[in-house]
């Protein structure tokens, strides 16, 4: 059995309760006992979302999958669509638009640092079916905060299009408040479940575009399933995943036992402190504080490190996962996940442990910097 | 806890040590334990498959996502494909190809009945894209033989696609022997893992034509990280549901623990057991003997019986499910799943007791029949 501390880009530290709920006996996704599961998985994920929206529920495949539904269920070809891209994410919406024949226009940021809504609502056509923007740019750890980009799509009669993979649950996520129409996430991230889920929101502006091109990523079959008003007998479309909508039943009650306000301010505080720990031993951050996702703390590799070597000896030695950079970050940064059960003090601690055993550096200074950011002594 | 018999149309009974394996700690997408993982996972697809085709793997989707993967990997627009339509999964894939653009020609069968693919050999225009045939029609119980369709589509150019969603595990599959090109399957029926992943394999002829049109269900990158010649680091796409395909990995060790024969006549006994048993309290069955796929049994409801508030009484009071019919076949039949650890002479026992109490008529002599069927006394 290997039982690794996950401190990647994702997936994340899953809790024991958690697997507990992911290993109950299997039910059928007819069965009335999953019926109330299903509601009250939906009903968390309004939450966590920040929504109204009734069509808000888990899509069965992974995070990738809900940008999938969002390009096969509300994008046609020629359509116009701009889309934010300072990093991978970004760059996978547009290549992914580009596939079914959208007509893309890019607004670039900088790999590395924020592209907030505000810019990206400058460089808009007077014209557009949609604009997406990735929450937090999970190849860089860039927050791109969506400002009042929602609301001056809608002006010009667009669907708002958002990327929270990374963001729900770490940082605050607000569907309605930013008139956003569609939204997805996944659910090895901040919701510290296995991967295999896209939590997907879905607003009424967006709903009356839906194009039903792709059966299996049909939103009106979902709502038939889902029966997200209540009422009517559910209407099966494809075998739903249950076991891990169980389990993410199960991580959503965890998420959200702790206040809002509380998790934002832990992820903060745990990436700050640990920021200032590996800043002690020269690991500098990439992302200006400023700009940053709490949720994932990307650092500069120092020059005398083989990043590959030591992420490898982490992994398999001391059982700890981080993640390496992408694109043209690769070779040069560490991503390391902050994120729900993962961001606190105990994995922290091992971290620094672990990472100054190998490297060297002042273990003692890296931690007193540590618990100084818990707010400790 | 809710501890269900699962005697319908899929899910089907999990074993324990596939749970197990399921909630063991997450592993991420990219540790090379996991990467062990794939390979054998791979490996004893191709197995049960019946294939040498490197390109076999789970899809993170669930089975109905392997269906909309050929869909959208295989299939462009205008493309002439043939369907053999004689229940609801022939008539999804229609459907589903209707939505990109497809010429669909249908073959109709009756529901119930075999639709031999001989049958839809005859029919086939001189020239066409694929031809589709379901192997075992979850929707009736019966079994397609794929005959020599894979031949005769061969001939014209085409692709050979068949849904093995039913059939894989519990009545032979001959990938490579049937000249198919392309075959999906479900984790959740004869291979008794939680629904959630969709096996999938594919040849040469099939990936020549692939298309790059979802991002999601691209081929190239699913080759790119599952490796399948080997060599060359995996090449990350999407994060991959790791839980749900390590419970695969132990799902399949489990139903190739045993050998092709003893499995394939274990499911004929189970399921001639059952039908017969079942006939001594007068629920006889649709298919016809001669043409039925062993891991589902259909069978009439008996006129007196009202078949929805008898099916939520075994579900809720004895927690035993089994699966009404669909389509036409709506409240007249109910569908008994007769796969892997469900086709055992206990679960069909327990079975047959409950019902008995709940309808009456001889449960000696059912059990006996049973028994008969099973060999014994």
């Known amino acids: 059995m290997t039982d690794r501390l996950l401190l990647g880009s994702g997936p994340s530290p899953v809790p024991r309760q958690v697997l507990g709920a992911l290993a109950q006996p299997t039910l059928g996704h007819l069965d009335p006992v999953f019926g109330e599961v299903m509601d009250s998985c939906a009903a968390l994920l309004r939450r966590v979302f920040g929504t109204q929206n009734p069509v808000t529920l888990p899509l069965s495949a992974t995070g990738s999958g809900g940008m999938q539904t969002m390009v096969d269920a509300l994008v046609r070809p020629g359509d116009v669509v701009v889309v934010g891209v300072n990093g991978l994410f970004g760059e996978r919406m547009a290549d992914a638009l580009g596939r079914v024949g959208a007509e893309v226009v890019r607004v670039e940021g900088e790999w590395g640092r924020a592209l907030p809504g505000d810019r990206v609502a400058e460089a808009l056509p007077d014209e557009l079916a949609a604009a997406f923007l990735v ?3 999970t190849s860089t750890g860039a927050l791109n905060d ?3 980009l929602g609301a001056a799509v809608r002006e010009r009669g667009g669907l708002m299009l958002l990327d929270c993979v990374t963001s729900l649950g770490g940082v605050p996520v607000r569907v309605d408040d930013w008139q956003v129409d569609a939204a997805f996430s996944g659910s090895q991230k901040c919701l510290n479940c296995p991967p295999g889920l896209a939590p997907f929101t879905a607003g009424e502006r967006a709903l009356e575009r839906r194009t039903g091109r792709s059966w299996y990523f049909d939103l009106d079959a979902y709502v038939d399933f889902w029966r997200p008003g209540g009422g009517g007998a559910r209407v099966y479309h494809h075998t739903a995943p249950t076991n891990m909508i169980v389990a993410l039943r199960e991580a959503l009650e965890l998420v959200l036992d702790e206040a809002d306000a509380e998790r934002e301010a832990r992820h903060r505080r745990a990436h700050l402190a640990l920021a ?5 031993l020269g690991w500098r951050r990439l992302v200006p504080e400023a700009e940053a996702a709490w949720p994932l703390l990307s650092v500069l590799v120092p020059d005398d ?9 982490l992994l ?5 996962e981080v993640s390496g950079g992408l694109g043209p970050l690769a070779g040069r940064v560490w991503r390391i996940g902050v994120m ?5 003090p105990e994995p922290q601690e091992r971290f620094i442990t672990v990472l100054t055993r190998h490297v060297g550096g002042d273990e003692r200074a890296a931690l007193d910097a ?3 950011g818990w707010g400790g002594a």
């Open 135 to 137: 929450h937090a740019e």
């Open 146 to 148: 969506p400002g009042g």
């Open 276 to 280: 200032a720990a590996l800043d002690v």
């Open 305 to 313: 490190v083989d990043e590959a070597v030591l992420r490898r000896a």
């Open 316 to 320: 398999l030695e001391d059982s700890i």
């Open 340 to 344: 729900g059960a993962g961001a606190r």
């Open 370 to 372: 540590l618990h100084a």
